[in-house]
């Protein structure tokens, strides 16, 4: 049996949770369709979630389409879960783009659709809520064309719009019209499909036609769009039927070496955890051992793979399936078991969160249970990077949007009953090397107090490259866990840099090395005060790495968002000071085909985006329409942001050594 992993994705409020109720009644999964109003739908199973009729954690249920095994993933829609969704991208073989024919396209909308087409994944469009009062058709197309893509092709059109009766009509080989701008759009992609037009264009049969449909969208060249109602049911079969036989469902190798993705982790009842991990190629079997991408082995201990409607308990999960595997104590979201898939949607293709926040206990003593609370949550949303200041006694973690304070506060009082506060919301720098440093200590020289030597530079790396770390010694020079002490304590002390921010774009090269080998008393045990351990290289390394590091200097960089603001003609002069006010700078001003809309484009620091988003609604009448998206950080200029140090700061030779020498 084939099977075809499905995302839905959509702006918020376009109805993707009550498009998956409608497929999953229409395939005989459910027997009534549920209510997002009424907190009882399928896919959203938290309570925040039932609270506030949003999609907050993906959810994966699974239905037939004759021989096809539909995983359908409902995603979040709400840019503050945007990180939810990027773990889904890695497991799909085909997505639903869901727009609202009353609202059209909408900021998230665009985002969406840029990463979608980047990956090339096979995307098909629905437009939902045809029944709704305001609903929109030819403008609405006119608009996807405009802001999404040009290569759409309508595949039946909607009567009655705005009406509880509106239907949806698919196109067959009898209209004109439809075969017409079929061939329009296939052949700008396929010259030997124009050739053959050309020649002979009563020889392009309508069954070559669609034939020819289905293979440039499952190739991710063009998108067919549909119109329908979730509530009513309108079109949803004609959707179901371009589901089918326009994306590509695939019988995975199920006898290949093992490949696969972990794209969520949840805990079970009784704190065990649980990965959700889509197979690429292979099977994974119960009682075996996995190698993990990290190179760790471990034991499955049961296995559920999602079918016809639940996850089912089995002995094994084959290629193309998503399976629930328990007994993986030490998963991650993002880990790869056996062999590193090939898919490009491995990689991460949202941004990081730029906003961070402390997280305060309301009773102080809860303090310890709050950061076991948060550590869990970060198990299931790694990008919160959660950071605990020992000497503080604060937890921090990091943000996209304010809506995911009210998510973190929620979860940790209904599951860990923890209350909670939170200090202000701040920004997240970042700092560049300006040049290039160099410090070295020996061992028993002073003022060097551990039984290491560490001879560290620290230079400039193209923008995007992170932190890459270089051996400059010979390998065997001393025992690799000395090497990986070094190279590790490098990554962790660059998330603090001379101003406090974390330290990218650099290349560190280990230039000296030195130990003492193991020494022992003539009774055989261990002298440590003779012998150089990896704790000696863990100590000393933060101390040469910042005096390397403040040899070859830093500059602050804020994140910068480029944005796209579709505002009224008529507000044009009154936005501009305030965006220069907001210290955003204009890049583009165009005016929209109808004459009465203008559209700017430019960036504008991150730190000002929700100041603009709070102003918008007066500035124009609620008609301004703002998108934005990290794009880049940018030098500061004036006076330097820093941020409290959280570690014992070696920057301070004296009070590093105070603390640490007293541990040694």
């Known amino acids: 049996m084939r099977t075809l992993n499905l995302g839905i994705l959509a702006h918020v409020d376009a109805g993707k949770t009550s498009l998956t109720e409608r497929l999953l009644h229409a395939a005989g999964v459910i027997d009534e369709i549920g209510s997002v109003d009424d907190g009882n739908t399928q896919t959203d199973s938290m309570a925040l979630e039932r609270q506030r009729g949003i999609t907050i954690k993906s959810a994966v249920v699974s239905f037939a389409i004759d021989d096809i095994t539909v995983n359908l993933i409902d995603t979040p829609g709400h840019p503050d879960f945007i990180a939810e969704v990027e773990r ?12 609202s024919a009353v609202e059209g396209v909408q900021a998230q909308t665009r985002v969406l659709m840029r990463v979608l087409q980047r990956l090339r994944i096979p995307t098909l469009i629905f437009v939902n809520k045809i029944d709704r009062g305001g609903a929109q058709y030819d403008s609405l197309l006119r608009s996807i064309a405009d802001k999404l893509t040009r290569a759409i092709v309508p595949m039946g059109r909607a009567d009655g719009l705005g009406n509880r009766s509106a239907d949806y009509v698919p196109f067959d080989a009898a209209d004109d019209g439809f075969t017409t701008a079929l061939v329009d759009l296939l052949a700008e992609h396929d010259e030997a499909f124009l050739a053959a037009y050309v020649d002979n264009e009563k020889a392009v049969s309508y069954p070559r ?38 994306l590509p469902a695939v019988e ?35 009682r075996e051992r996995l190698r993990l991408g990290r190179g760790e082995s471990e034991k499955i201990t049961a296995i559920s793979v999602f079918d016809r409607g639940g996850a089912l308990r089995r002995d094994s999960v084959g290629a193309g399936r998503i399976g629930k595997l328990w007994g993986l104590g030490d998963i991650r979201i993002g880990d790869t078991i056996g062999a590193q898939p090939g898919s490009p949607a491995s990689q991460h293709f949202f941004a990081p969160p730029t906003l961070e ?69 701040t920004t997240i720098h ?7 440093g160099e410090a070295v200590e020996f061992i028993a020289k002073a003022p060097n107090p551990f039984l290491a030597t560490v001879g560290l530079r620290i230079e400039p790396a193209p923008i995007g ?49 030195g130990y003492w080998p193991r020494q022992s008393h003539m009774h055989g045990t261990f002298d440590k005060s003779m012998s150089s351990t990896a704790g000696d290289f863990r100590y000393l390394t933060p101390l040469i790495l910042m005096d390397a590091l403040k040899l070859a200097g830093t500059t602050v960089h804020e994140p910068i ?82 941020r409290a140090r959280w570690d014992h700061n070696p920057l301070d030779r004296k009070e590093y050594l105070l603390h640490v020498v007293r541990r040694v």
């Open 252 to 286: 995975g190798e199920v006898d290949g070496p093992v490949s696969g993705t972990v794209f969520k982790v949840e805990r079970g009842p009784a704190g065990e955890k649980i990965a959700y991990v889509r197979l690429f190629s292979g099977t994974v079997r119960t």
């Open 465 to 513: 490259s992170g932190v890459e770390f270089r051996l400059g010694v010979e390998l065997g020079s001393m025992p690799l866990t000395f090497f990986k002490a070094v190279e590790e304590t490098v990554r962790e002390t660059l998330q603090q840099g001379i101003h406090g921010w974390q330290v990218i774009d650099c290349a560190v090269t280990m230039t000296h090395s």
């Open 209 to 246: 036609l669609y034939g020819e449909l289905a293979a440039q969208t499952k190739r991710a060249l063009v998108h067919p769009v549909f119109f329908g109602s979730a509530i009513t049911g309108a079109g949803v079969d004609s959707l179901i039927t371009g589901v089918k036989e326009l």
């Open 88 to 99: 889904v991208l890695s497991v799909l073989d085909g997505a639903v783009l869901v727009i």
């Open 357 to 425: 926040t402390v997280v305060v206990p309301v009773r102080p003593a809860d303090r310890g249970a709050l950061y076991v609370a948060l550590s869990q949550l970060a198990e299931q949303d790694p990008l919160i990077n959660l950071r605990q200041d020992e000497i503080r006694q604060e937890t921090s973690v990091h943000l996209y949007g304010e809506v995911q304070k009210e998510v973190i506060e929620a979860t940790l009082a209904e599951e860990f009953g923890l209350a909670v506060t939170f200090r202000e919301t």
């Open 561 to 642: 968002h480029r944005f796209r603001l579709d505002i009224p003609e008529d507000v044009l002069g009154s936005i501009l000071p305030i965006l220069v006010r907001l210290r955003a700078t204009v890049l583009t001003t165009a005016v929209q085909a109808n004459g009465s809309t203008y559209v700017l484009e430019g960036e504008i620091p991150a730190a000002q985006v929700h100041g603009l988003e709070r102003q918008l609604p007066s500035l124009t009448s609620g008609e301004g329409v703002l998108e934005s998206a990290f794009d880049h950080y940018q030098q500061v200029h004036g006076e330097t942001p820093t």
């Open 430 to 436: 970042v700092e560049r090397p300006v040049g290039a």
